[in-house]
């Protein structure tokens, strides 16, 4: 079994910063690309930045220059950055992995419980 457990979320005020972490653990044999997604009241989730295990990140064109994603392979664990916060970058942020379990040839979708981020004016 594979978990992914988030960490970080809270209420800031508007210009502040936060910083998310997610730990992928279980059942592990590698992990590809690893991201976050948010999700707003109302609306559809939506990608933040995805970073694969080599290459190029990709960020939403609304958190460029904002918000950075790195990740720790060691620890299979993937971390964003947020700063500059504004009050539309409050939603549930989910952490997202493509991840291949012991036993199986190909990689799995596994998604963080959410943890909730509130930018306030």
């Known amino acids: 079994q594979v978990q992914l457990v988030e960490s970080g979320g809270g209420l800031v005020q508007a210009g502040g910063s936060l910083r998310l972490s997610c730990a992928a653990s279980?059942?592990?044999?590698?992990?590809?690309?690893m991201g976050w997604y948010r999700q707003a009241p109302g609306k559809q989730r939506e990608l933040v930045a995805v970073?694969?295990?080599?290459?190029?990140?990709n960020y939403a064109d609304s958190v460029k220059g904002r918000f950075t994603i790195s990740r720790d392979n060691a620890k299979n664990t993937v971390s964003l950055q947020m700063d500059s916060l504004k009050p539309e970058d409050t939603a549930v942020y989910y952490c997202n992995a493509l991840i291949v379990p012991f036993g199986r040839t190909g990689g799995l979708s596994y998604w963080g419980q959410g943890t909730q981020v509130t930018v306030s004016s």
């Open positions: 279980g059942n592990i044999f590698s992990v590809n690309t």
């Open positions: 970073i694969p295990s080599s290459g190029r990140l």
